[in-house]
């Protein structure tokens, strides 16, 4: 019986597919790539038309013969690699390998693991595409030329061992532009002033707030005490008037199914996902789960790496009936919901969805790992809501007259006004659960739903908005409908009275994995494919590190090389550049430029610039002299840079080696004092920063070179030590908190994933609280049943209440809470033993804690 051999990458998609060829079929596979440019210099010669010189990878040699032995005993192979540009160099590849002129090669797609998916895939091969592996060759020599001559330049330059990237730097000056941004941000103070109102006569009706939107016939702009002070002054004799009541329908279209990017955005706001991690739980969802049925595996997502919003006719028909089955039939528009791509998509898949919608998440959440649930129903929800009819709320808007009445008033008139709107209809919305935003909702406005504009939700953060427009919004809804009210009709000052709140503007946030994917593809830099290996490569380097809450701060050192390689003039370093060559690369995949081409015009230029590069100065700060002595040999010592950071070095070096730690990799050389005594030699310790954080350090060094964590201000609540920050020795392990008597003979093993903060619990008398990171940062008991949360006052900056000792912001916080026991629970609010297998690390407290100490 003839066989054909099918070939795919990874090994659990291979179970899953054997199961749906069955008999006269074997399938293997490649596990990834099987051969690569050897890191040497000569891989690819320049001179000869940029041709590469493959290699077998190291370690795959095994996997390659065994392809070879089967190729030979079937009559025909399907290279079934994953459908993207990878995917077919991959192809070419394992052809080259297993060419023979009596065997028939032929080049599948499998775009979801399913029955139907796979025999459509099995009965229409295709030719392998040459322009689409001339697209990922010629991505290949860009990065290859760019890495090696740029980290060259770089060495030169700053520090030996150092690397630099072509869309990795990219990335790199977008998080440090950013950084520069709110260095130099100097916060305007505004205020929100807004006015309690009721029925002035009976009925009485329940009062609500107005917000001060105009003085004079102006937008009305307060920007210090003294004017406030004046207004409200104004505001609490004035008489109140409703001038206008404006009642309307407003409608809120559902967002298209996830792209790549869209989904990882979304989960890392919600799910507190990374990008790298959330393309590995995609990949497993789309090879294949074992649902203890129908024979095996089956795959449950469509191909992730995608930045098409098309769906399939027949996957809409599926949605469209599964809606009006679950939820009714008044929640099927009348014609399906048609969602148009971004300009520069590739089309070339469908957005990502469920292979079946009848594949509830809660049915088959015993089979699946928590973070598989999770993702899997984020995907689930998003396509079922994208075919569902609008949400409809009922909106309100009431704006006021005001009129002064004492004698000198600051402003002659003023405008108030409150706007609240209901849910009238849940639409979309009824399958979300609470979800309030939605990345890439506000590119949904063109979807053909039933009537009326998209609301869409924003996406910019709260700091965002406060800087760009300051002031009180006089659109910002209230989540309720306002009372009855007719023009003419006199109100008066109700609880609570005239507010007067002093704001201040915020600096732009940072980015985090979520918001920098959107920037690149806002920006077009990257593709789907490549969006979490931006992300992974900018974080494997020191040049950013992490700050609670997950946003990117880049080191000093990560400046020193974006710095210099701007000033490098390279147009690598160019945003716009950059996506230019990413249209480029399409060209080449469409069949549209020829691979040399491309490469010619780029090479000519780079190398220009990188010759005048070379001659620039070095990029690091020069040695400053210093009035500290060398503890070795007496000489004064030198303050200098490198790349781990500022230290200090003898003026004598290399006769007099000796050097001293100054700060970490962000340049911050200051050292604070405390109370804590030295548990070795009893002299005063002090803080100071490492390229892991803050850490105590004695004052007796380096006769007494003793290192400690820095306590928190809470005392353990099993041993009454002290609780400190501990971050895992192993690369994007989860930070935890937890007790310094780790390494006592009693040992304690006490944790917390959410940062501790001094500050007793007013609803059950805890000792201290503990601040969530996210969106919106809370202040959460400790206590498991105590139920306790409250959101952190605003204000407070990007860290709030979590920079160690009980903030006034913090403590005010939490006195004037009151209890929230229908608060929904953090979406990482997990026992730490399931945070960890989460996160897939099995670190110990000890050892992270030895990694912790290590810092100085």
Excluded at 333 to 342: C, G, T
Excluded at 603 to 632: G, H, M, N
Excluded at 761 to 770: D, E, I, L, N, S
Aim: net charge positive; hydrophobic share 35%; with cysteine.
């Amino acid at each position: 019986m003839a066989k054909t051999l099918v070939i795919v990458e990874s090994p659990a998609k291979a179970k899953t597919i054997k199961k749906y060829l069955g008999n006269g079929y074997e399938v293997f596979a490649s596990k990834g790539h099987v051969k690569d440019l050897p890191k040497k210099q000569n891989a690819v010669d320049v001179q000869n038309d940029f041709a590469e010189t493959y290699e077998v990878i190291e370690g795959k040699e095994k996997v390659l013969e065994e392809l070879k032995s089967a190729a030979k005993k079937a009559d025909e192979v399907l290279l079934a690699t994953d459908p993207d540009r990878e995917g077919e160099a991959i192809a070419f590849h394992i052809s080259e390998e297993i060419k023979n002129p009596k065997l028939k090669v032929a080049r599948v797609e499998f775009h979801e693991i399913t029955k139907k998916g796979v025999d459509h895939g099995v009965h229409n091969p295709r030719k392998l595409d040459e322009n689409l592996y001339d697209a990922q060759r010629a991505r290949r020599v860009l990065d290859r030329i760019v890495g090696y001559d740029v980290s060259a330049l770089v060495w030169s330059k700053l520090a030996f061992g150092l690397s630099a990237g072509r869309v990795q730097s990219v990335a790199l000056r977008l998080i440090v532009d950013r950084e520069r941004e709110v260095e130099a941000f100097v916060p305007e103070e505004y205020w929100n002033i807004a006015v309690g109102l009721g029925a002035a006569s009976p009925p009485q009706r329940a009062p609500f707030v107005a917000k001060l939107a105009s003085a004079d016939g102006k937008k009305l702009e307060v920007t210090n005490g003294e004017v406030a002070g004046k207004v409200r002054a104004d505001l609490e004799t004035a008489r109140y008037r409703v001038a206008k009541v404006v009642r309307r329908e407003q409608k809120r279209n559902p967002p298209a199914p996830y792209t790549t990017s869209k989904l990882q955005q979304d989960a890392t706001n919600y799910l507190h996902f990374g990008a790298k991690r959330t393309m590995q739980i995609a990949q497993a969802l789309y090879e294949g789960i074992d649902l203890k049925r129908d024979g095996g595996p089956v795959g449950l997502i469509t191909y992730m790496r995608t930045d098409s919003t098309r769906v399939s006719d027949d996957a809409v028909a599926e949605v469209r009936g599964v809606v009006a089955k679950r939820y009714g039939k008044e929640f099927v528009p009348e014609r399906p919901n048609v969602f148009k791509s971004k300009k520069n998509a590739q089309d070339a898949h469908e957005a990502i969805r469920p292979t079946s919608v009848e594949i509830h998440p809660d049915s088959i959440k015993k089979y699946l790992k928590d973070e598989q649930y999770k993702l899997y129903k984020l995907i689930w929800n998003r396509f079922v809501a994208s075919q569902m009819t609008p949400a409809v709320y009922d909106r309100t808007t009431v704006e006021i007259d005001v009129a002064p009445t004492i004698a000198a008033p600051a402003y002659r008139s003023y405008l108030a006004r409150a706007t609240g709107r209901i849910l009238k209809f849940a639409g979309w919305l009824q399958v979300t659960e609470g979800q309030q935003e939605f990345a890439g909702e506000d590119e949904s406005a063109g979807a053909a739903a039933e009537g009326g504009a998209a609301a869409p939700a924003p996406e910019a953060s709260a700091a965002e908005a406060e800087r760009a427009a300051p002031g009180p919004s006089a659109e910002e809804d209230s989540e309720a409908l306002l009372p009855d009210m007719k023009e003419g009709e006199a109100l008066s000052v109700s609880p609570p009275g005239v507010i007067t709140d002093q704001k201040f503007t915020q600096p732009p946030p940072r980015y985090n994995e979520g918001s920098l994917v959107r920037e690149l593809e806002k920006r077009g830099i990257g593709r789907p494919s490549t969006y979490a290996e931006i992300i992974s490569k900018v974080q494997q380097r020191a040049y950013v590190e992490k700050r609670d809450g997950g946003a990117f701060q880049p080191t000093l050192l990560g400046k020193f090389v974006v710095d210099g390689l701007v000033r490098s003039n390279l147009d690598i370093m160019d945003p716009n550049f950059t996506a230019q060559m990413e249209e480029e690369l399409d060209a080449v995949g469409a069949g549209n430029l020829k691979r040399e081409q491309l490469l010619k015009s780029f090479y000519k230029k780079f190398r220009e610039q990188l010759d005048k590069s070379k001659k620039l100065a070095p990029w690091k700060p020069e040695a400053e002299k210093t009035d500290i002595v060398c503890d070795e040999c007496g000489s004064m010592m030198l303050k200098k840079w490198g790349k781990n950071g500022w230290f200090l070095s003898c003026e004598r070096y290399p006769k007099c080696k000796a050097t001293r730690d100054l700060s970490d990799a962000r340049g911050s050389a200051a050292v604070r004092e405390t109370d804590i005594s030295c548990d070795k030699c009893a002299k005063p310790m002090i803080i100071k920063t490492g390229r892991f954080g803050d850490f105590l350090s004695c004052t007796g060094y380096p006769a007494c070179k003793n290192t400690r964590p820095v306590p928190l201000g809470v005392a353990c609540p099993s041993c009454g030590g002290d609780l400190i920050e501990i971050r895992p020795r192993k690369k994007g392990g989860r930070t935890f908190y937890g007790c310094s008597n780790w390494n006592a003979e009693q040992k304690c093993e006490f944790k917390l994933w959410q940062k501790p903060v001094p500050v007793p619990c007013p609803q059950c008398g805890a000792k201290f609280v503990t601040r969530t990171a996210g969106k919106k940062a809370m202040l959460v008991c400790a206590t498991k049943d105590c139920g306790f949360k409250q959101e952190i006052v605003e204000g407070e900056g990007e860290d709030g209440a979590a920079d160690g000792a009980a903030t006034p912001d913090a403590a005010a916080v939490v006195a004037s809470a009151a209890p929230s026991p229908a608060a929904r629970p953090a979406p990482e609010e997990a026992a730490p033993q399931a945070a960890d297998a989460a996160q897939g690390t099995a670190e110990k407290p000890a050892r992270a804690v030895r990694a912790r100490r290590t810092a100085s």
